[in-house]
């Protein structure tokens, strides 16, 4: 699993959703439905679905078991669903 992670926090060229070019400073941030990195105004869009919330919290509950790594440690793949990250 942390692998898994790992690979998908590293520096995505390209924008998982939309293909839109990401230079390694650019914010970026996973996805709670695909768990792939995707750009800024994806997420906005991911905010907006109906379901957005009861997505986040199967996503939370799923990657908790999955990492058993602590909610909210910045180094966590759980925490990079809802905060912003660079390469
Ligand atoms: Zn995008």
Avoid at 31 to 51: L, P, Y
Avoid at 75 to 82: D, E, I, L, R, S
Wanted: negative net charge; contains cysteine.
């Amino acid at each position: 699993m942390q692998d898994a992670w790992a690979e998908k926090l590293s520096c995505a060229t390209h924008c998982h959703r939309c293909n839109l070019k990401m230079a390694p400073d650019n914010p970026r941030i996973l996805s709670v439905i695909s768990h792939e990195a995707i750009c800024m105004s994806c997420k906005d869009q991911e905010e907006k679905r109906a379901d957005y919330e009861q997505m986040s919290k199967q996503m939370i509950g799923q990657c908790l078991i999955d990492t058993e790594i602590q909610w909210g440690d910045p180094q966590g793949y759980c925490y990079h669903h809802f905060y912003p990250f660079t390469c």
